[in-house]
């Protein structure tokens, strides 16, 4: 290690605001959401500066009708990355693009943080490009927070949609990743990591799960977490566990089923409390309390995929999220920031990566 | 075809019952409840006879006690498969357990179906060696039917555990299989099979599955099935699609999260329902509609995993299984046999590979 870190970090700690780079375009709901998510969070703490990147002409009125002026910093982009786009082709032809320009300023240093809507695909491959992957990990991964049992109410998964693939040493490096995420973003010093799989048993399962599960075993008694072994779908939101670790595959479908069964169960208790005059009666009285349910498990309020192993920490917010769901992305980036936390995960990958080699020493 | 099939037919439609093979031991529950369930059955359809295997000296007072003994057969077995057990271990010391004897009436034409909420892989295991693939079958499945806003209000999911394993000419046999079962179990003539991805676009996903959405898009033109390409997580419970294909592992992790978070919502909305002396008398009010939805969203209402291409139906029952929870297994089990759906399954998948020879043929 150079002197370098340390510059960083006395940059880092003279700087009085925390600067979060917003990309306004590619969300399904528009720029205006985006400004009013941002607007949102500017009110709550007004020591956040933002960078806003998208078309001027349709930004500027959003900012001066809200009078963002003192906060946000605008920078002009003609393009903007759309929903179908290839990832390969936004690499080649995408310098323009309002989400190049997001990641763009977390590179050269002008911003902490990263967030966008837009297609996550190429938000992955133009910040693996451009930030590049911290020293020693092979694949990043994305994290989510999952409601859950758990007295915090929520459990990290990763990867859920980085890569469709994950190797034995993936899946090892993604639950130190995971682990740091759990102790920087819900406090937890130790936290308990879980292997995803079909069954609890030592020989269920993927080939590299049973590798992965003895790296774990033997690598979490000289780091800071509590390997817990496999578990399955039914433990994703429960109490057994704080950081879930799996494929991007499988982790993708994982999230996707849940917030689907969500939303079912959402439409089914509308329907039944519509059903009759007394059931109608029945949920005027219990509105307080099926909205305090609702907020319990209110996708918008776990929104932003976290993208882990990049110089530089970027956000995903989900590509339908509405003011509450970009406020909350912006929030998540920015206590993220402001823990210093992706200069903590470099130093524990770092670590990770000095215990694998000693485990493959002892093995030899 | 030799005149087997046809005389194997005449059997069945010379005898007047429907006889379900039922294993009594291995369940979380025990042999009491399993007999319970089996109870119900033989109330609401007289027309069913059963074959019960387990320990006598077990069965036979809980047999006396509800006067099943004029509908079922009890076989003796003194060996009992329990859930720790590796299905290689049971293949070769389990002939003794009730599992294997149930499995073994079906095989000998004794019964008609299999039903065992014992463990899974052993189940899987023996089915396999005693009943055999069905001619053309490469790897066997287990369909479940999940809740679903569709006006049958359950969709069909493949395979969710017989194998981790599936290629591309698996999964368009589990399509196949899939969507014969929609048609036997659920009435639709022409169901719609979606291909289970991390997103609906075409370059997205792993190998083997952009291979099978293109032999599918081919072989649905010829088959009796509207091919709906790629879906999501989120369209699992959807009205989207009515047959969803997977390998057994994403399958197995997808039912088991689904199953999770309905039942943390639940929870959840007990808590809210008991939060304050008002939400308490709002339940008491909304007690109807609750109950409603809580009987749409039910697991054991949709219990019994069906094993699809195997010389013989075999339905799995959840380890947890109540009472409610076997009926419906032996229910599902009854009304598959009843509507002659192995040997549809059977001329299905030899249509399937028929026409999957064409299209090699057509490629060359």
């Known amino acids: 290690m150079t002197d370098q870190p340390q510059i960083k970090q006395i940059e880092d700690t003279t700087r009085s605001h925390t600067v979060v780079s917003v990309d306004a375009m590619g969300g399904d709901n528009g720029p205006a959401t985006v400004v009013a998510g941002l607007a949102r969070c500017a009110k709550k703490d007004p020591s956040l500066r933002f960078i806003l990147h998208g078309q001027a002409s349709v930004l500027t009125p959003l900012l001066d009708?809200?009078?963002?002026?003192?906060?946000?910093?605008?920078?002009?982009?003609?393009?903007?990355?759309?929903?179908?786009?290839?990832?390969?082709?936004?690499?080649?032809?995408?310098?323009?693009?309002?989400?190049?320009?997001?990641?763009?300023?977390?590179?050269?240093?002008?911003?902490?943080?990263?967030?966008?809507?837009?297609?996550?695909?190429?938000?992955?491959?133009?910040?693996?490009?451009?930030?590049?992957?911290?020293?020693?990990?092979?694949?990043?991964?994305?994290?989510?927070?999952?409601?859950?049992?758990?007295?915090s109410g929520f459990n990290v998964m990763l990867d859920v949609g980085a890569d469709i693939r994950a190797d034995e040493h993936d899946l090892l490096q993604y639950a130190m990743m995971g682990a740091s995420y759990a102790r920087n973003g819900l406090?937890?010093?130790?936290?308990?990591?879980?292997?995803?799989?079909?069954?609890?048993?030592?020989?269920?399962?993927?080939?590299?799960?049973?590798v992965a599960h003895e790296l774990l075993r033997?690598?979490?008694?000289?780091?800071?977490?509590?390997?817990?072994?496999?578990?399955?779908?039914?433990?994703?939101?429960?109490?057994?566990?704080?950081?879930?670790?799996?494929?991007?595959?499988?982790?993708?479908?994982?999230?996707?089923?849940?917030?689907?069964?969500?939303?079912?169960?959402?439409?089914?208790?509308?329907?039944?409390?519509?059903?009759?005059?007394?059931?109608?009666?029945?949920?005027?009285?219990?509105?307080?309390?099926l909205r305090r349910l609702a907020r319990r498990i209110d996708p918008r309020r776990v929104n932003g995929g976290v993208f882990l192993g990049l110089n530089g920490t970027v956000v995903k917010s989900h590509g339908s999220s509405d003011v509450l769901g970009m406020a909350s992305a912006i929030h998540l980036a920015s206590r993220l920031s402001q823990s210093d936390f992706n200069r903590k995960l470099a130093k524990r990958i770092a670590t990770a990566n000095e215990l694998a080699a000693d485990l493959d020493k002892e093995e030899s």
């Not at 999230?255 to 109608?280: C, M, N, Q, V, Y």
Request: aromatic fraction near 4%.
């Open 65 to 151: 009708r809200r009078r963002l002026g003192d906060v946000v910093e605008l920078r002009d982009c003609a393009g903007v990355v759309e929903m179908a786009d290839k990832p390969s082709q936004v690499l080649r032809s995408g310098k323009d693009t309002s989400m190049w320009s997001c990641i763009e300023a977390v590179r050269t240093g002008d911003a902490d943080v990263a967030v966008s809507c837009g297609n996550t695909g190429a938000l992955m491959a133009i910040s693996m490009i451009r930030l590049r992957k911290v020293d020693g990990v092979n694949r990043p991964a994305i994290a989510c927070l999952w409601p859950s049992r758990n007295p």
């Open 187 to 210: 406090d937890l010093e130790t936290p308990r990591v879980g292997l995803l799989n079909v069954g609890t048993e030592e020989h269920k399962g993927r080939a590299e799960l049973k």
């Open 218 to 289: 033997r690598a979490a008694k000289k780091s800071k977490l509590d390997y817990v072994g496999f578990v399955e779908g039914g433990d994703i939101p429960s109490d057994k566990v704080d950081v879930i670790v799996t494929d991007g595959f499988t982790g993708n479908v994982a999230l996707k089923t849940g917030e689907g069964t969500a939303s079912l169960i959402r439409d089914f208790l509308g329907k039944a409390f519509r059903h009759t005059p007394l059931s109608r009666l029945a949920a005027l009285l219990a509105l307080p309390s």
